[in-house]
């Protein structure tokens, strides 16, 4: 079973109810082409500011979930709106999206810095625009010093820390994170889970991320 855990501060509760929802699950189910039922319908909203956890088994449809509202797939039935529109509007101002996959999916032949400045790259950002927005990514995860690093030099904390980066200095309004610190130790799980209440906090974000249900 797929359970949402919310966890918000009062302010962020203000914040939450003053804004058109960021997403709204309508009644969306998730069958995949060889009949596996991936997702039962479902109905949610995700409000602005919002820091929504989505816990539950392995194969419960947390990341089938996730991806749905990244638009990486879409519902067999019902329908989801992004800021009460269709997708078409996402990535406009004030309507980005910003996703963390599992596995950090850092390029092994570049240095931190060209795997942070990816994204901007690929949209032709100006490069005093780009130095700013990666050193500024950079320092909110703690990697001031580790700019001119290869991924193979990191640990697997610092390079997850490097991918929430790359995610960071697209300067997203929604941040999905797809059960991101499952392959750490829980010492390292539990620093990074707190960094990322403080960049929430921070950066005014809405934050969905999926995390497996321990025993």
Wanted: glycine share 6%; net charge positive.
């Amino acid at each position: 079973m797929l359970a949402p855990n919310t966890a918000l501060s009062p302010k962020a509760d203000e914040r939450a109810g003053a804004a058109a929802p960021v997403v709204e699950i309508l009644s969306a189910d998730k069958v995949f082409p060889n009949g596996t039922r991936a997702l039962a319908t479902i109905d949610l909203t995700v409000a602005s500011g919002e820091f929504l956890t989505l816990i539950g088994p392995s194969g419960c449809g947390k990341s089938t979930l996730l991806k749905l509202i990244a638009n990486l797939l879409e519902p067999t039935e019902g329908r989801i709106l992004w800021w009460s529109g269709a997708f078409d509007k996402v990535g406009t101002r004030g309507r980005s999206i910003a996703f963390v996959f599992q596995d950090p999916t850092l390029m092994p032949w570049a240095r931190v810095e060209a795997n942070v400045r990816l994204p901007l790259d690929l949209a032709r950002t100006p490069v005093a625009q780009s130095r700013r927005r990666v050193a500024d990514a950079l320092s909110r995860v703690g990697l001031e010093g580790f700019a001119h690093h290869y991924p193979r030099q990191l640990s697997g904390g610092m390079k997850m820390r490097v991918s929430i980066a790359r995610s960071l200095v697209v300067e997203p309004n929604l941040l999905l994170m797809d059960e991101p610190f499952g392959a750490l130790d829980e010492f390292t799980r539990n620093r990074l889970d707190a960094d990322l209440v403080r960049l929430w906090w921070e950066r005014k974000l809405t934050e969905v991320s999926v995390e497996q249900m321990r025993s």
